[in-house]
């Protein structure tokens, strides 16, 4: 069933001002920064530094991962994708591996 | 990856329906396609079909894309994806395949992905996971399975996965964690199970999970502690908030040092062992409450970096001497709604921040009892039986502004250590009838006393003003000795028609005769 006709694709309630307001189920709400305001977009998966929190009441939102050169995270401290050129360990992106561990570079993991 | 051709945008092999960029990269979401669009280069390395209207992913349909690492189609309707459907991606690491209408996991399709990394399954239909899903996945490392309709753990699928590090079972109807069930995941580092109805653990449910960091049992049925999170050695997060748990045993975390973060809130916990938070050097807040069969203080010897302690609705009475010897970078300390009558010396607490000992049953401050918290902003001591203040006990809170003395015993208050003050809250203290003096208290801003008379020291007897709480632009004005005293913003009760500033013994016949 499609949203009201000026909603943006996968919203269930909009305004002028603020974009999407409630997604449709199991879709992620997220904030676009547009100037000083905040728009919402529905999307299926989240944008790049982000993460999909789902809850059961249905309001699952992007949320930003809290790791340093993380393209994608699992949850907020767990990197499932890091920058080009940087090793994953546990989550987490390094420069270099940590001591002790050793470099895969066709994953680029320690 | 190998380069693909041209310059700008418009060079690149393409299909119509998609928009394609120099790196291989084709976005060919939210178009309303029902099929995979012909027309895309063999060098595609991304490739997103997110939110179109696909229902079905024929056999092959991708055997042209040998070098795709992403495949998209989350937001689609697919119900079935052909065993063959999938064959040709030798190098794909990320496939999403949430928000679709799947029923079970297609394992047939997944067989041949051996370089999948991340797979995505969430927001589907799924009530079945045959054990051969994952089988050919040997560099799977994420695997979201959440807010499906699963009503047990995958144990069978899950028994290859020694390389798997991050695994949600969230948002489903999981109802038991049997034994070994996650036995050969030694990569694990993080099991979200939030949001299932769990209702029991099996004792050795979590054996194998050796370098477990995450564990997130929030939103379950939990009646009992889980006990088997003993076999997690390298836990630093641990959530069982909102469950059903009335008591944590004694020991409890004993084989998990590394604990940064335990959840616990919003469980009817009426016991604690006072040995449960022992030895946590790693522990940074910890916020019990309502524990309401707790007797005695936690034992906190070894949990050395706590910034945050809240621990009310006890029956705990008495606080250990040497609390501060434990807990020396304390910034914040909560312990309201106890029982307790007598305070230690915080002294060691050199950073503390806020105290509050509201509502307990403490009877005096001594002259140690604060001393040298020259951090301390907030103190709240309000609802007490406080009769006694030592005239030195503010003496050294350099940076107290928030001071709460209300409801208690008093009958005055030290002068002295107040000057950084500018909340002070007296009221509820009956024997206290004489006037203060607002040189005492420069920085004051906001007060409330126990008589309307005493707001006069503060805020001038303009007895017209009508408001029940009397406010004034801040100003200054000069004391006897020509000394600067700010004006308070704030003073209830203020004095008014039938509380004049003089305290006429108190007698209400005499201020209605004065009024007439």
Same mark, same amino acid.
């Given at each position: 069933?499609?949203?009201?006709?000026?909603?943006?694709?996968?919203?269930?309630?909009?305004?002028?001002?603020?974009?999407?307001?409630?997604?449709?189920?199991?879709?992620?709400?997220?904030?676009?920064?547009?100037?000083?305001?905040?728009? *919402?977009? &529905?999307?299926? #998966? /989240? =944008?790049? $530094?982000?993460?999909?929190?789902?809850?059961?009441?249905?309001?699952?939102?992007?949320?930003?991962?809290?790791?340093?050169?993380?393209?994608?995270?699992?949850?907020?401290?767990?990197?499932?994708?890091?920058?080009?050129?940087?090793?994953?360990?546990? *989550?987490? &992106?390094?420069? #270099? /591996? =940590?001591? $002790?561990?050793?470099?895969?570079?066709?994953?680029?993991?320690? | 990856?190998?380069?693909?051709?041209?310059?700008?945008?418009?060079?690149?092999?393409?299909?119509?329906?998609?928009?394609?960029?120099?790196?291989?990269?084709?976005?060919?979401?939210?178009?309303?396609?029902?099929?995979?669009?012909?027309?895309?280069?063999?060098?595609?390395?991304?490739?997103?079909?997110?939110?179109?209207?696909?229902?079905?992913?024929?056999?092959?349909?991708?055997?042209?894309?040998?070098?795709?690492?992403?495949?998209?189609?989350?937001?689609?309707?697919?119900?079935?994806?052909?065993?063959?459907?999938?064959?040709?991606?030798?190098?794909?690491?990320?496939?999403?395949?949430?928000?679709?209408?799947?029923?079970?996991?297609?394992?047939?399709?997944?067989?041949?992905?051996?370089?999948?990394?991340?797979?995505?399954?969430?927001?589907?239909?799924?009530?079945?996971?045959?054990?051969?899903?994952?089988?050919?996945?040997?560099?799977?490392?994420?695997?979201?399975?959440?807010?499906?309709?699963?009503?047990?753990?995958?144990?069978?699928?899950?028994?290859?996965?020694?390389?798997?590090?991050?695994?949600?079972?969230?948002?489903?109807?999981?109802?038991?964690?049997?034994?070994?069930?996650?036995?050969?995941?030694?990569?694990?580092?993080?099991?979200?199970?939030?949001?299932?109805?769990?209702?029991?653990?099996?004792?050795?449910?979590?054996?194998?999970?050796?370098?477990?960091?995450?564990?997130?049992?929030?939103?379950?049925?939990?009646?009992?502690?889980?006990?088997?999170?003993?076999?997690?050695?390298?836990?630093?997060?641990?959530?069982?908030?909102?469950?059903?748990?009335?008591?944590?045993?004694?020991?409890?975390?004993?084989?998990?040092?590394?604990?940064?973060?335990?959840?616990?809130?919003?469980?009817?916990?009426?016991?604690?062992?006072?040995?449960?938070?022992?030895?946590?050097?790693?522990?940074?807040?910890?916020?019990?409450?309502?524990?309401?069969?707790?007797?005695?203080?936690?034992?906190?010897?070894?949990?050395?970096?706590?910034?945050?302690?809240?621990?009310?609705?006890?029956?705990?009475?008495?606080?250990?001497?040497?609390?501060?010897?434990?807990?020396?970078?304390?910034?914040?300390?909560?312990?309201?709604?106890?029982?307790?009558?007598?305070?230690?010396?915080?002294?060691?607490?050199?950073?503390?921040?806020?105290?509050?000992?509201?509502?307990?049953?403490?009877?005096?401050?001594?002259?140690?009892?604060?001393?040298?918290?020259?951090?301390?902003?907030?103190?709240?001591?309000?609802?007490?039986?406080?009769?006694?203040?030592?005239?030195?006990?503010?003496?050294?809170?350099?940076?107290?502004?928030?001071?709460?003395?209300?409801?208690?015993?008093?009958?005055?208050?030290?002068?002295?250590?107040?000057?950084?003050?500018?909340?002070?809250?007296?009221?509820?203290?009956?024997?206290?009838?004489?006037?203060?003096?607002?040189?005492?208290?420069?920085?004051?801003?906001?007060?409330?006393?126990?008589?309307?008379?005493?707001?006069?020291?503060?805020?001038?007897?303009?007895?017209?003003?009508?408001?029940?709480?009397?406010?004034?632009?801040?100003?200054?004005?000069?004391?006897?000795?020509?000394?600067?005293?700010?004006?308070?913003?704030?003073?209830?009760?203020?004095?008014?028609?039938?509380?004049?500033?003089?305290?006429?013994?108190?007698?209400?016949?005499?201020?209605?005769?004065?009024?007439?």
């Amino acid at each position: 069933t499609e949203g009201p006709p000026s909603c943006p694709k996968g919203c269930d309630r909009c305004s002028e001002y603020n974009g999407c307001v409630k997604c449709k189920p199991k879709l992620f709400i997220f904030l676009e920064r547009n100037d000083i305001r905040q728009v *919402g977009v &529905c999307l299926a #998966s /989240c =944008p790049v $530094g982000y993460f999909g929190m789902r809850n059961p009441e249905g309001n699952n939102r992007c949320t930003q991962c809290k790791i340093d050169n993380c393209e994608a995270c699992f949850n907020r401290n767990f990197c499932t994708k890091c920058k080009e050129g940087l090793y994953s360990h546990s *989550g987490r &992106c390094y420069v #270099s /591996c =940590p001591p $002790g561990q050793r470099t895969a570079n066709e994953t680029m993991e320690c | 990856r190998p380069c693909t051709s041209g310059q700008g945008q418009s060079t690149a092999v393409c299909s119509p329906s998609c928009s394609c960029d120099e790196d291989g990269g084709a976005d060919c979401s939210g178009r309303g396609l029902t099929a995979v669009p012909t027309g895309l280069s063999t060098f595609t390395y991304y490739l997103d079909l997110s939110m179109n209207n696909i229902t079905e992913l024929p056999a092959n349909v991708f055997k042209s894309f040998p070098y795709m690492e992403e495949l998209r189609l989350a937001g689609n309707d697919l119900t079935f994806i052909h065993p063959e459907a999938l064959s040709g991606l030798h190098q794909l690491k990320v496939l999403m395949l949430q928000n679709n209408q799947l029923k079970s996991v297609p394992s047939a399709a997944l067989k041949n992905l051996q370089s999948l990394q991340s797979l995505r399954l969430d927001a589907n239909h799924i009530t079945t996971v045959p054990d051969e899903s994952f089988q050919g996945l040997q560099q799977l490392r994420h695997l979201w399975l959440d807010d499906n309709h699963l009503t047990q753990v995958p144990v069978g699928s899950l028994t290859h996965q020694a390389n798997l590090q991050a695994l949600t079972l969230a948002l489903n109807r999981i109802t038991y964690i049997p034994a070994n069930a996650f036995a050969n995941l030694t990569s694990l580092v993080v099991l979200h199970l939030h949001n299932n109805r769990i209702r029991e653990i099996a004792s050795n449910s979590f054996a194998g999970l050796v370098n477990l960091e995450t564990l997130d049992l929030n939103f379950n049925n939990l009646m009992v502690f889980p006990k088997p999170i003993e076999a997690l050695p390298k836990l630093k997060e641990l959530g069982f908030h909102s469950n059903g748990i009335s008591s944590i045993p004694e020991g409890a975390f004993h084989n998990n040092p590394l604990l940064r973060t335990i959840h616990l809130y919003d469980n009817p916990l009426s016991f604690v062992g006072t040995t449960a938070f022992q030895n946590l050097s790693e522990l940074h807040s910890l916020i019990l409450r309502g524990a309401n069969k707790m007797r005695d203080f936690p034992v906190l010897t070894g949990t050395k970096n706590l910034e945050s302690l809240t621990l009310s609705g006890t029956k705990i009475s008495s606080l250990p001497m040497d609390l501060c010897e434990n807990l020396r970078l304390l910034r914040t300390l909560d312990l309201s709604y106890n029982e307790i009558e007598q305070l230690p010396s915080f002294q060691g607490c050199i950073h503390i921040q806020e105290i509050s000992f509201q509502h307990n049953k403490i009877q005096q401050i001594d002259r140690d009892t604060f001393q040298s918290l020259s951090a301390l902003h907030l103190l709240d001591l309000s609802r007490n039986q406080i009769q006694v203040i030592h005239r030195d006990a503010f003496l050294t809170l350099t940076s107290l502004n928030n001071l709460d003395l209300s409801m208690n015993s008093l009958a005055t208050i030290p002068s002295r250590g107040l000057s950084a003050v500018s909340q002070l809250k007296l009221s509820g203290n009956p024997q206290m009838k004489n006037m203060l003096t607002a040189k005492d208290l420069p920085k004051l801003m906001s007060i409330s006393v126990p008589y309307a008379y005493q707001c006069c020291a503060f805020v001038g007897c303009d007895s017209s003003s009508k408001d029940s709480s009397m406010k004034k632009s801040a100003g200054a004005i000069v004391g006897d000795d020509g000394e600067q005293i700010s004006m308070v913003m704030h003073c209830s009760p203020s004095p008014g028609a039938l509380k004049p500033c003089e305290h006429l013994l108190g007698n209400w016949m005499i201020r209605l005769t004065v009024w007439f």
